[in-house]
């Protein structure tokens, strides 16, 4: 009994020394434990003890319940929940709600317009030739003849079997911009520094495609690139290097947090500025820190309050912001058409269709199901492509849908913090 409990506990759940650990919600507990503690029944049934270790042992009761599926679990050989996030087997089309009513004629064009610019990427091009056969401008029933026969939908899970994940949303921000700075246009929006030192990690080791370390060279060292702070800070050491100059420091860093936007130049033209590099900092979402430090409502927050919150108190503003050490550079995607800016997957992105996502899990230009609710609670169920990523989008379950532009994608943008659930869909052996 002693090792098969063990067994669950070290496979099943990958616990680490000094971390809470949910034993989900199943087993209706939180511990916290050493990696590899051996851990024994005692006489009482609903008991679980660890052995003592040197810095102590704690003793949690669990219902028998618990205790009776744990058993089984080992005596099965494996674990109900896996401790790793990923792909779920394949579901029938049957079960997936709202796939009869989507309109999926509304998503051929970001399915058309990713083979049309990238149809040679490895993500892309089994759909394109799979695709091939289907005419110029399918219908919804065309469309939908066309998933069900060549591919199944597999949803995608969480650590431990969760399904639901966090769905957000995303949006193209429309700032006031000049080419030179004066006493309103005062905070830059950067172009991709001449210093920033970008290594592809898969050019030494292709194991590790896709990785890259951000940094600059100093002496004959490779540092970590400026932080927010040193770059924003009193000795601005990338003076010389601005793309435009905006009226609002605010919107320059939520600028950031959306990837892509427009800017409006005193003369009234637009130019749409473009994600080009990041410092190589890790994200943090500041809305985080307001919470803890009980300045906004866990239930409250959005890219709303946040911004209330940085007008309402410009001396804090900044230092909070900073605590973002992550800083995105901008190129200038020339003259505002009405095509969506340009997604990680190099297309544009196409409203209400595309979504960012986490491509560790999910490869860029994939078709995905979402199921989930926009903030008025209403259900928000149809297929979007992967065709994007974001410093905040990490998880399997994860997306942010790209809402457009203007004030209604603005609002839907900011206030969108759904759970959903998603499905990936993959092709059939044989249409790969």
Request: charged share 25%; with cysteine; aromatic share 10%.
């Amino acid at each position: 009994m002693e090792t098969s409990v063990r067994w669950i506990f070290r496979a099943g759940f990958s616990l680490k020394f000094g971390v809470p650990v949910n034993v989900y919600h199943a087993f209706n507990t939180v511990n916290t434990v050493s990696p590899m503690l051996p851990i024994v029944f005692d006489e009482t049934p609903d008991r679980l003890i660890m052995h003592k270790h040197s810095n102590g042992y704690s003793v949690k009761k669990l219902s028998a319940s618990c205790l009776l599926v744990a058993t089984l679990l080992s005596l099965g050989g494996c674990a109900m929940f896996s401790s790793d996030a990923g792909v779920g087997r394949a579901a029938s089309w049957n079960s997936i709600a709202g796939w009869q009513q989507d309109n999926l004629h509304d998503a051929w064009d970001a399915l058309a317009q990713q083979c049309e610019q990238a149809g040679s990427k490895p993500g892309v091009e089994p759909w394109c030739k799979a695709s091939a056969e289907l005419p110029s401008d399918p219908n919804t029933d065309e469309l939908r003849e066309f998933f069900e026969s060549k591919s199944r939908p597999h949803r995608l899970h969480g650590p431990y079997g969760r399904r639901d994940g966090l769905i957000t949303g995303y949006y193209e921000p429309l700032l006031q911009a000049a080419l030179n700075p004066d006493s309103r246009y005062r905070y830059p929006l950067y172009q991709v520094p001449q210093e920033l030192l970008v290594i592809e990690l898969a050019d030494m080791f292709p194991e590790l495609e896709g990785k890259r370390v951000r940094g600059r060279v100093v002496g004959d060292k490779v540092v970590p690139f400026y932080s927010r702070e040193q770059i924003d800070g009193d000795e601005l050491p990338l003076a010389g290097q601005e793309l435009f100059w905006v009226d609002d420091a605010a919107d320059a860093f939520f600028l950031q947090i959306q990837g892509s936007g427009i800017v409006q130049l005193p003369d009234g033209s637009k130019r749409g500025v473009a994600y080009a590099q990041q410092n190589g900092h890790a994200y943090r979402a500041i809305g985080k820190d307001l919470i803890e430090q009980g300045e906004i409502a866990v239930e409250d927050i959005s890219l709303f309050t946040i911004r209330d919150w940085l007008d309402a108190n410009p001396t804090k503003a900044q230092e909070l912001m900073n605590r973002n050490a992550s800083y995105v550079f901008f190129r200038d995607s020339g003259e505002v058409t009405e095509e969506g800016p340009d997604g990680s997957l190099g297309v544009p992105l196409t409203t209400e269709r595309s979504v960012a996502i986490d491509r560790r899990v999910v490869p860029l230009g994939s078709p995905l199901w979402l199921d989930t609710t926009l903030p008025d609670g209403s259900v928000y169920r149809r297929l979007m492509f992967a065709q994007d990523t974001g410093g905040a989008i990490a998880g399997a379950v994860r997306a942010d849908v790209f809402f457009g532009r203007g004030e209604q994608a603005a609002k839907l943008a900011g206030e969108m913090k759904q759970k959903g659930q998603v499905y990936l869909l993959k092709l059939l052996d044989g249409d790969e």
